[in-house]
Structure formats: structure tokens, C-alpha cells
Nanobody, 128 residues
Framework: QVQLVESGGGLVQAGGSLRLSCAANGRTFSSYGMGWFRQAPGKEREFVGT????????AYSDSVKGRFTISRDNAKNTGYLQMNSLKPEDTALYSC?????????????????????WGQGTQVTVSS
């Protein structure tokens, strides 16, 4: 099973930026679609965005669209979440997840239940 490790979280002021990384072990990272989710204290897990296995297509929640960008480098077995114009309401534990998909599958994975592997998460705190 592929294991995922997130990094890059931290404390940032409102309006600032952070880039999260999601490193996968194994050589099959390029066979997986990837998603990012977040969970704030006392709230349910929330979909942030997804990227296809090739990186050719992305999808985002309305709350982050235009501010966050998902990318991946399959040669490095790593995915990224670039977060700009951060707001205090972006404060949460951010987790990446992957799911095996066929090469031409592009439907976004909004439901966390479709993902088969998860990282432990990295905390992002945005101060006002």
C-alpha cells in the first residue's frame, strides 16, 4: 500500500501563502488520482481539491477556487497544494489522499470515501 506524508504546514498571517507537499513511497504514484481535504476542529472533513493522475485536470471547492492550486510531479512521487491569499477560515488539518484510477478517468473525487490511502495531515493555522 502506498504511504503518504504531508509537510509544509505552519502558522501564517492572513493574506500569506504556504505550499504543502504530499510525498508518496513506491513507484506507482502516477497510477493514482490525488485529493486534498481539510478538517477544522469541531467540523467535518471538507473537500479542497483534486488532480488527475497525469496532472492534466484539477477541480476545487468554491471556498478555495482562485486561491489554491494543486499540482504534482510524478517523477518525484510528490503532490502539492499551493495556498495563496490565506484566510483565518482556512485554518485546519490538511490531508492528502490517493485513489487508483484508469488513465483516462477525470471525474473529481469529492467524496473522501473513494480514497484508499491517506496521509497523517499537516496543520495550517492562519492568524488574523
Amino acid at each position: 500500500q502506498v504511504q503518504l506524508v504531508e509537510s509544509g504546514g505552519g502558522l501564517v498571517q492572513a493574506g500569506g501563502s504556504l505550499r504543502l507537499s504530499c510525498a508518496a513511497n513506491g513507484r506507482t504514484f502516477s497510477s493514482y488520482g490525488m485529493g486534498w481535504f481539510r478538517q477544522a476542529p469541531g467540523k467535518e472533513r471538507e473537500f479542497v481539491g483534486t488532480i488527475t493522475r497525469s496532472g492534466s485536470s484539477t477541480a476545487y471547492s468554491d471556498s478555495v477556487k482562485g486561491r489554491f492550486t494543486i499540482s504534482r510531479d510524478n517523477a518525484k512521487n510528490t503532490g502539492y497544494l499551493q495556498m495563496n491569499s490565506l484566510k483565518p477560515e482556512d485554518t485546519a488539518l490538511y490531508s492528502c489522499a490517493i485513489r487508483p484510477v484508469s488513465p483516462d478517468y477525470t471525474a473529481p473525487g469529492v467524496d473522501p470515501g473513494v480514497y484508499t490511502s491517506w496521509g497523517q495531515g499537516t496543520q495550517v493555522t492562519v492568524s488574523s
